[in-house]
C-alpha cells in the first residue's frame, strides 16, 4: 500500500480534514466512538478506491474527497453493526466499540452514520451516486441478513456463499469504484468496467480474510484467528472440505460448531481437516482467479500512474498478511 499512498498523499491528506470536517454532531459521545474505530489503522481501502478511480476517469480537482470520506463513514457503519451481531471483542488490534461501550451505543452510533452519510450526499447532489449508493447498501444489509441466516449452516452451498460475500463486501467496493468513475465523468463503458473491477477485487479481499482466519496469528490479523468457527461462520475452506471430508470428519467439524464454546484445540482439528482436502489452497486459488478478473477490467483505461496504482492494489489484496 505504500506507493499508492505516496502518489495520492496530498489526498490522503485532505481525506483526513473531510473526515473531521463532515463528522458533524453535537452529540460529543459520537464523535469518540467514531473516533475510536476510524483511527484505528484501518486500510482505507474504499476511500482509496474513490479517489484512484476518480483521477484515473480524470477527475482534476478535489471533488472526490467529502465522496471518499462519506464511503468510509458507511463502512465504518457496517464494522460496528458488524462487531455487534459477531460479539466481537477485538478489531485491528483494539477492542471493539461494542466491548467499550456496549451493544446499544454501538448499534445507534452505525445508524448515525449512515444516515449521516446520505444527508451529506444530498446535500452535495449527485443524483448518479445516490442511487449507486442506495442500491449498495441496500444489497449490503441483505448480505449481513444472508450471512446471519446461513449460521452454522454446514449445508451451505458455494453459490450461496458467494452471494453472501458479493452482497456483504463486494458491493461496496464496487460502489467505491463506480462512484470514481461517475466524479471522473467517465462514460458508460468506463463506468461498469470500474464497477466490475470493483466487484472482483471486493470478492478476492472476502476469500482472502475468510482464508486468513484459519492462517494467521492473533497479532498479525489484529483479532482473533479462528474467529470464523466460533461465530458459526461457514467460509470456503470450509465449503470446500466438507465436500470431499469423510462421515467421520464431518462429525468433528459438525461438533465444533454446534458447542457453546469452541477452544483452540476444536479450532485445530477442524484445520486439520481443512488442510487435509486443500481448502485453503483453494480458496487462495479463487482469490487469486478474481484478483486477474479485476485487473483485465483495467485494459481499457488509458495507461497512468492510477491504473498502476489499481493494478498494485489488487496485487495486494491477495499478498497481505492482516
Known sequence: MAPVSELIAKDLALLEQSI??????????????VHHII???????????????????????????????????????????????????????????????????????????????FDL??????????????????????????????????????????????????????????M???????DAQRRNALRQFGHHLGMAFQLKDDFLDYVSTDSTLGKNVGIDL??????????????????????????AFEKPKTTKRDFQKVKKIIEKYGGLAYTENVSKQHVDSAKEFLALFSPSPYRDALRDLATYIITRET
Request: proline share 3%.
Open 121 to 178: 450526499m444530498v446535500q452535495i447532489e449527485n443524483s448518479e451516486v445516490l442511487k449507486v449508493m442506495s442500491a449498495a447498501t441496500t444489497s449490503l444489509a441483505e448480505g449481513e441478513i444472508m450471512e446471519l441466516l446461513k449460521t452454522s449452516d454446514l449445508n451451505t452451498s458455494e453459490a450461496e456463499y458467494f452471494e453472501v460475500i458479493a452482497n456483504k463486501t463486494a458491493v461496496l467496493i464496487a460502489a467505491a469504484c463506480e
Open 20 to 33: 473531521e470536517q463532515l463528522l458533524t454532531t453535537k452529540v460529543a459521545f459520537i464523535r469518540e466512538v
Open 230 to 255: 466460533k461465530e458459526g461462520k461457514v467460509t470456503l475452506p470450509l465449503i470446500h472440505t466438507l465436500r470431499h471430508s469423510t462421515p467421520e470428519e464431518r462429525e468433528i467439524i459438525t461438533t
Open 39 to 117: 483511527k484505528s489503522g484501518g486500510k482505507r481501502i474504499r476511500p482509496v478506491l474513490v479517489i484512484l478511480s476518480a483521477k484515473m476517469c480524470g477527475a482534476q480537482d478535489h471533488k472526490h474527497i467529502p465522496y471518499a470520506a462519506i464511503i468510509e463513514f458507511i463502512h465504518t457503519a457496517t464494522l460496528l453493526h458488524d462487531d455487534v451481531v459477531d460479539n466481537a471483542k477485538i478489531r485491528r488490534g483494539r477492542l471493539t466499540a461494542n466491548t467499550i461501550w456496549g451493544n446499544e451505543p454501538s448499534v445507534l452510533v452505525g445508524d448515525f452514520l449512515f444516515t449521516k452519510s
Open 180 to 186: 470514481g468513475a461517475i466524479l471522473g465523468n467517465a
